[in-house]
């Protein structure tokens, strides 16, 4: 020892001793956390260093050791300590890799999982959050749990990773129905394998789903093509929608694919029924002439809701007229007594009443294939 130490020493409390072993000896006689943490923080020995260490039990001191230590073998070492989840998410927002993702993987309560990611800020793939955010997902498995991640407003480097542990189909098209988010609703989309679900969400009628099942979900080309039918349809500007030759095909196109097209064929009517452009109310009448041709017990249903709802609309006589007709050639065809026709007729008069008679009679004799002049209710 020189005599600069010595002398120094005179003048030191042993835990601040040059030599190392005097101080490790001391630090047994130490109750001060405050002596205990400058030696954790500034002591260069080893030995010295864990001795303190050893002497902590608050989950507090433990928790500033990790965020101030300069040492990652020494945050490490205190992070061991420390079985509070609170301040493990604190750690693992607050600190860097491994620590952060270390604090991550001592978590099992899943409320502060979720609290974690919606707390986390990622500003690049390569940020501290990012790899918090892998961490936590990789806990969780729960489908519920993840769709409420996949909905949150937060980085798509949370939410797209999240969806793709989803394998629940109704889940998966709830994210489509209710996210904003383009990216998110493809990224749904993708993983629904369920061809009912995935026709259940086009009966929202809303043009971003869609644009986004015709071309992303996995349903066949075929069964995508009856409702790009119909979007055809519905968006036709032909100045003479009922001269227009192509949507006459169009509509005889439609008819073909039969019954199960019948719910989407009613949805893409009533999602429009207030629209400004008069092309659309006559596109309208056109579909509920296809409903009728169909058939079936459910197109007695949608035509009858069709034609008795109570619009203030001028234009919309092209769709009740279109509905009424579509039901008068069901009963005729079919030989059955429709009890709402009757009401319809009471309420809205004669179908000449209704709608220009000379207008749907070509329709009838066309898409019907039936005299309407013969129609009488």
């Not at 207030?274 to 249903?301: D, H, M, R, S, W």
Request: proline residues 3%; charged residues 30%; contains cysteine.
């Amino acid at each position: 020892m020189s005599k600069f130490n010595f002398i120094s020493n005179l003048f030191k409390p042993p835990w601040q001793h040059s030599n190392w072993k005097v101080r490790l000896s001391e630090i047994n006689n130490i109750d001060d956390e405050k002596i205990l943490m400058k030696i954790v923080l500034d002591d260069k020995n080893d030995d010295v260093i864990n001795a303190a260490l050893k002497k902590f039990s608050q989950q507090g001191s433990l928790a500033k050791i990790v965020f101030e230590a300069d040492n990652e073998d020494l945050q490490k070492k205190a992070l061991n300590n420390i079985q509070d989840e609170n301040i493990l998410a604190d750690i693992s927002l607050k600190c860097r890799q491994p620590i952060n993702v270390l604090a991550v993987e001592k978590i099992n309560n899943h409320t502060i999982l979720l609290d974690i990611l919606k707390r986390v800020k990622i500003v690049t793939i390569f940020s501290p959050g990012s790899s918090v955010a892998d961490s936590v997902l990789k806990k969780i498995t729960d489908q519920n749990e993840l769709f409420k991640i996949a909905t949150y407003p937060i980085s798509r480097n949370i939410t797209v990773p999240a969806i793709e542990k989803i394998t629940d189909a109704e889940l998966l098209a709830k994210i489509v129905k209710s996210v904003d988010d383009m990216p998110l609703k493809i990224e749904a989309i993708k993983r629904i394998k369920r061809e009912d679900i995935i026709f259940n969400l086009l009966e929202s009628n809303d043009s971003m789903i869609s644009y986004v099942v015709f071309e992303y979900s996995n349903l066949p080309e075929d069964k995508k093509e009856p409702f790009k039918l119909i979007e055809k349809i519905h968006n036709e500007q032909s100045f003479d929608i009922i001269s227009d030759t192509s949507q006459k095909e169009r509509i005889k196109k439609l008819i073909q694919y039969g019954t199960v097209y019948s719910p989407y064929i009613f949805t893409s009517i009533i999602s429009t029924r207030e629209a400004n452009a008069e092309y659309v109310y006559k596109n309208n009448c056109l579909l509920c002439l296809a409903l009728a041709k169909i058939g079936g017990n459910a197109a007695i249903k949608y035509l009858t809701e069709i034609a008795t709802f109570d619009s203030k609309i001028y234009e919309y006589r092209y769709i009740r007229a279109g509905a009424v007709l579509g039901l008068i050639y069901i009963s005729k065809t079919n030989g059955t007594q429709i009890d709402s026709l009757k009401k319809i007729k009471d309420k809205y008069g004669s179908l000449k009443n209704i709608n220009d008679y000379l207008l749907f009679n070509n329709l009838g004799n066309d898409l019907l294939e039936t005299k309407i002049d013969e129609f009488e209710y």
